[in-house]
């Protein structure tokens, strides 16, 4: 069964810091990657996404992406108290299914 | 407005009866997606469709129902709730292969007594 996994957390930063937030995928043959935030009782909403291994920066955000690894991260620069929320990881498998997600992590930041 | 909308937002209703929970959008997507969300069990898939003929079980299908009534609308029906389905339904939508972000509708919070 295709697996997408990450620590639940809490994962608990101080403003300014950086906060890592980490995610292992068991399908090998996976192409597409997601990282989504979701505020408690609200819908996920996108942050990005990656393709190809290697670093993709958006503004704060840095999404890491290592297929022989089968690892994909997401980093946040000088974390904010807005940014506390849970982040989800998916992963798009080989053509023609759906994405499957992680449970999330938790991120807490502290000011 | 919204691009994915659900109706209704909240719903309360009690054991054995039947339900739909609606979901309609404005992307021009054809690929569509119910979840449920619960506490620590992170978002499971119900189920899917690909385009309107297509209609796919996700992880968690049983005691679920639905319907593609048209590109722009999927339905799903619990046809006898009962108290463990309790949860946060999300819609989701994507482009077809190649775009696969997925955009959430606001969710559906059911309370099944």
């Known amino acids: 069964q295709k697996e997408v996994e990450q620590n639940s957390g809490p994962l608990s930063v101080p403003e300014g810091a950086i906060a890592s937030l980490n995610c292992t995928y068991s399908?090998?043959?996976?192409?597409?990657f997601f990282w989504y935030r979701q505020y408690s009782g609200k819908s996920p909403e996108l942050i990005m996404f990656?393709?190809?291994?290697g670093d993709k920066e958006d503004g704060r955000f840095t999404a890491q992406l290592n297929k022989a690894s089968q690892y994909v991260s997401l980093l946040i620069r000088d974390s904010q108290p807005s940014d506390s929320a849970t982040y989800l990881c998916?992963?798009?498998?080989?053509?023609?299914?759906?994405?499957?997600f992680g449970k999330g992590t938790t991120l807490s930041v502290s000011s | 407005d919204a691009d994915v909308t659900q109706t209704p937002r909240n719903r309360i209703t009690k054991t054995g009866k039947r339900i739909m929970l609606e979901c309609s959008q404005t992307?021009?997507?054809?690929?569509m997606y119910w979840y449920r969300q619960d506490p620590g069990l992170g978002l499971r898939l119900i189920y899917y469709?690909?385009?309107?003929?297509?209609?796919n079980k996700g992880e968690i299908s049983d005691g679920y129902s639905v319907s593609r009534q048209a590109q722009a609308k999927f339905s799903l029906s619990l046809e006898s709730a009962i108290p463990n389905q309790t949860a946060l339904y999300f819609c989701?939508?994507?482009?077809?292969?190649?775009?696969?972000?997925?955009?959430f509708g606001p969710g559906t919070r059911l309370l099944v007594l």
């Open positions: 990656i393709y190809s291994n």
């Open positions: 469709s690909f385009d309107v003929k297509d209609i």
């Open positions: 399908d090998r043959g996976s192409q597409s």
């Open positions: 989701a939508t994507s482009a077809p292969e190649g775009q696969e972000t997925q955009y």
């Open positions: 992307k021009g997507h054809d690929r």
């Open positions: 998916a992963v798009g498998p080989q053509a023609g299914t759906a994405l499957i």
